[in-house]
């Protein structure tokens, strides 16, 4: 029982019902949640447990689903907000910024809230462009929210998990390709989760990542380890606020050497902050320019080749690492 | 036209190869069918032909290096009326192409509207100055007090300096070239010296002694291959059958040009025919079986262990046995042991009768389906340990087998072909 193979989305139909069959607080809302299962079936089979006083099924308006999450937390629940993608929450900003993120701290502390705010956001297939955008980097630079990108299975459930038990507001950010990936859950695991994970071991070039680009780079390692014949350390984030600086520190003043890729476009994009925190405090540890490698300053296109061409892919990855190796002594 | 000579596949399970040595070099004229270079593969040393006349360009990997199977490792200019003067000839690089210099104010001359071009090139400005370094190596400089500036202007640090450049300075600075390849093979760590003159060999060696240093000694792609047979072998289900044959036969047939081992095969091959398990390979969702009887036998070379197969033995004569095996033996001294030659057997024989053993176990060679451990001839009698693969062949069938061989040995008419 303790290990159990399963996938993504599955991950986090188990957390959310095992924390409402625990606690009879915790509810879930959004667009298609109840009847439906979900857009991509992680409420699947709730509404039929749990009743519809507690998988509620909401009109398309964000701004009320994250409203009306608050209003209930405020009041005593633990509520679950599903958005349907990344895009249609910048309709529920204001309650997420103004309201979600301000209150414990406008209360001196007297209101908690503990709410948690799912959506999956990225470039999927033929989305374009109104469906297929990453906001991590706005919401984590907002005080009060903590924001979390899931990308492996078991993360996904136990973080989900712990998401929802937190007193302060989550950002739960998931992504659109990742609901059917397979992956192992270790129910028996305790995991801190706000650190970053050592997805694999290496000496020579640190490569951090989050999200769906954590597969694309670890497809892209064996190609670089081979060209450039040094070993590559693989960090998948996991907390994009507050970030485990710890855990890159520790592997950058091994190698020296840093690349980060993220899926969202490279002008103000996450990466810039990782990028500037290497630059203030690591400086005299690093041995090459840090590598930025995002995606194109440009809408996502509709076209299949365009949209692929305007995102990091596993060969793109290589390439550029590769170069960027060559061109910098190793 | 060029024409690209690549790392060939020498064996199925060869990802990689190390080059031996070249026989031509750059600018050389070469007629098809020339032998280029020498590849060692996991398992045997090869040479490598071109298939097209033509004049040496380029090589690609030097001597000692390891590369991919199918990347390139030469290049042949096939132009027919191409001559020596006329080609241009390129050496293996061996020093960085010099950087390209961009400067902010190029980049962004003429074109006052900001083009995806202009963003693509910000990205990527690159600046050269005096002294240009990554912040570790400079701090890594300035800690053995290296003057990154002089030493750049001097041409003896590349532009830019990284870590490794300062690495190798400190090192080419406190030790002498001798003493230096030992600190290389010994893999040792200049930090662990004091660094306050310039080290001689005799002080590394020293060292080395009073710290009971061991040296690091990579594994040759053959000893890996060894080592992943046999550690295949170790994780196939075995079982064994120990008895003895009659070697009065043997014995009495046997002389200077058809050794024992020429008979055990025959024997052996007779067997495999009788009781078709023997000659049998198992695949994932099948088993195969060959309808001849193909063998391989254990030959060592040195530090060098061969299982090299003689095939279809069933149809061979004595004669033609020895005269294979000894063609083998000279191969095998000659180090021109190839791939096909360890290809295709379902039995192995390990005979170390020679040496006086009278009784020992063999591990499974490869894809085989069992293998044969046979003894000194003792009292009349040559003790043989069979090891099978129960997979395959089930304890019946192993008993069977053994007792055939014990009948054949006997057998007078095996011994008049």
């Known amino acids: 029982m303790s290990k159990v193979e399963m996938l993504y989305r599955e991950a986090l139909n188990r957390a959310i019902d095992e924390a409402m069959s625990s606690d009879s607080n915790v509810v879930i809302l959004g667009e298609d949640v109840g009847l439906y299962g979900g857009s991509y079936r992680v409420s699947e089979g709730l509404v039929a447990k749990y009743g519809e006083d507690r998988v509620i099924d909401t009109p398309i308006a964000e701004l009320s689903i994250v409203g009306n999450a608050v209003g209930m937390a405020i009041g005593g629940l633990r509520p679950i907000a599903e958005i349907m993608t990344a895009n249609f929450a910048l309709l529920a900003f204001d309650q997420i910024i103004n309201h979600m993120a301000k209150y414990r701290y406008m209360s001196a502390g007297k209101i908690?809230?503990?709410?948690?705010?799912?959506?999956?956001?990225?470039?999927?297939?033929?989305?374009?462009?109104?469906?297929?955008?990453?906001?991590?980097?706005?919401?984590?630079?907002?005080?009060?929210?903590?924001?979390?990108?899931?990308?492996s299975v078991n993360y996904a459930y136990h973080a989900l998990k712990r998401a929802i038990f937190s007193d302060d507001p989550i950002i739960f950010i998931e992504h659109e390709l990742l609901y059917n990936k397979k992956?192992?859950?270790?129910?028996?695991?305790?995991?801190?989760?706000?650190?970053?994970?050592?997805?694999?071991?290496?000496?020579?070039?640190?490569?951090?990542?989050?999200?769906?680009?954590?597969?694309d780079v670890i497809k892209a390692v064996p190609e670089i380890e081979q060209k450039l014949n040094k070993s590559c350390e693989v960090i998948d984030l996991q907390t994009l606020n507050p970030i485990d600086f710890e855990t890159i520190k520790k592997s950058v003043e091994k190698t020296g050497r840093v690349v980060i890729v993220e899926e969202d476009h490279y002008t103000g994009g996450y990466g810039s902050q990782i990028a500037s925190f290497l630059a203030e405090k690591l400086f005299y540890t690093l041995d090459a320019p840090i590598l930025r490698i995002a995606g194109e300053d440009t809408p996502i296109p509709y076209n299949r080749k365009l949209e692929l061409a305007s995102i990091p892919t596993p060969e793109s990855i290589a390439n550029r690492v590769t170069q960027w190796g060559e061109s910098n002594g190793l | 036209m060029a024409y690209e000579i690549v790392m060939p596949q020498l064996s199925d399970s060869m990802n990689e190869g190390k080059l031996i040595s070249w026989k031509v070099k750059a600018g050389d004229s070469v007629k098809s069918g020339d032998v280029i270079a020498e590849v060692e593969s996991d398992k045997a040393i090869m040479e490598v032909q071109t298939f097209k006349d033509g004049i040496v360009q380029e090589l690609k990997i030097s001597e000692?290096?390891?590369?991919?199977?199918?990347?390139?490792i030469a290049v042949i200019e096939d132009n027919s009326t191409a001559t020596v003067e006329k080609a241009e000839v390129k050496k293996p690089k061996t020093e960085p192409k010099p950087k390209e210099i961009k400067t902010v104010k190029e980049s962004i001359k003429k074109e006052p509207e900001i083009s995806q071009d202009i963003v693509e090139k910000r990205r990527d400005i690159k600046i050269e100055i005096e002294g240009m370094a990554s912040p570790r190596a400079k701090a890594l400089a300035g800690q053995y007090g290296i003057d990154i500036v002089t030493l750049q202007k001097e041409g003896r640090l590349p532009k830019p300096t990284h870590t490794q450049d300062i690495k190798e300075f400190i090192y080419k600075r406190y030790?002498?070239?001798?003493?230096?390849?030992?600190?290389?093979?010994?893999?040792l760590d200049y930090d662990a010296f004091a660094l306050n003159h310039k080290y001689r060999y005799d002080e590394v060696m020293r060292y080395i002694e009073d710290n009971d240093i061991a040296m690091p000694k990579p594994l040759s792609t053959m000893q890996k291959a060894v080592i992943d047979t046999v550690t295949k072998a170790q994780q196939k289900p075995v079982y064994h059958i120990y008895d003895f044959i009659d070697a009065t036969l043997l014995q009495e047939y046997s002389s200077e040009d058809k050794s024992i081992t020429v008979w055990l095969l025959k024997i052996f091959a007779q067997a495999m025919m009788d009781i078709e398990q023997?000659?049998?390979?198992?695949?994932?969702?099948?088993?195969?079986?060959?309808?001849?009887?193909?063998?391989?036998?254990?030959?060592?070379?040195?530090?060098?262990?061969?299982?090299?197969?003689?095939?279809?033995?069933?149809?061979?004569?004595?004669?033609?046995?020895?005269?294979?095996?000894?063609?083998?033996?000279?191969?095998?001294?000659?180090?021109?042991?190839?791939?096909?030659?360890l290809r295709g057997s379902t039995f192995g024989i390990s005979n170390l009768g020679m040496t006086g053993i009278e009784r020992f176990d063999?591990?499974?060679?490869?894809?085989?389906?069992?293998?044969?451990?046979?003894?000194?001839?003792?009292?009349?009698?040559?003790?043989?340990?069979?090891t099978i693969d129960h997979r395959l062949i089930n304890g019946w069938q192993g008993a069977v087998f053994m007792q055939r061989l014990k009948e054949l040995a006997k057998n007078e008419d095996i011994f008049k072909g």
């Not at chain 1, 859950?185 to 680009?213: P, Q």
């Not at chain 2, 000692?64 to 390139?72: E, N």
């Open chain 1, 112 to 151: 908690t809230l503990p709410v948690v705010v799912r959506f999956p956001q990225g470039v999927s297939r033929q989305l374009a462009a109104q469906h297929s955008e990453s906001y991590e980097q706005m919401l984590s630079a907002v005080p009060g929210v903590r924001v979390l990108a899931v990308s």
């Open chain 1, 183 to 215: 992956g192992i859950v270790d129910f028996d695991e305790e995991i801190d989760i706000f650190k970053a994970n050592i997805v694999k071991e290496g000496s020579d070039i640190t490569i951090v990542s989050y999200l769906k680009m954590v597969d």
């Open chain 2, 64 to 72: 000692g290096d390891t590369a991919p199977v199918g990347s390139v």
């Open chain 2, 175 to 187: 030790f002498t070239p001798k003493a230096l390849k030992v600190v290389r093979d010994y893999e």
């Open chain 2, 278 to 341: 023997f000659r049998s390979r198992l695949l994932k969702e099948s088993i195969q079986i060959y309808p001849n009887a193909s063998i391989s036998l254990a030959m060592a070379n040195g530090e060098a262990l061969y299982m090299p197969v003689f095939r279809d033995i069933n149809l061979k004569s004595s004669d033609e046995i020895a005269k294979e095996l000894a063609y083998m033996k000279q191969k095998l001294k000659e180090g021109r042991v190839s791939a096909d030659d």
């Open chain 2, 362 to 386: 063999a591990m499974i060679n490869a894809d085989d389906s069992g293998i044969a451990a046979t003894g000194a001839i003792k009292n009349g009698k040559i003790a043989v340990t069979l």
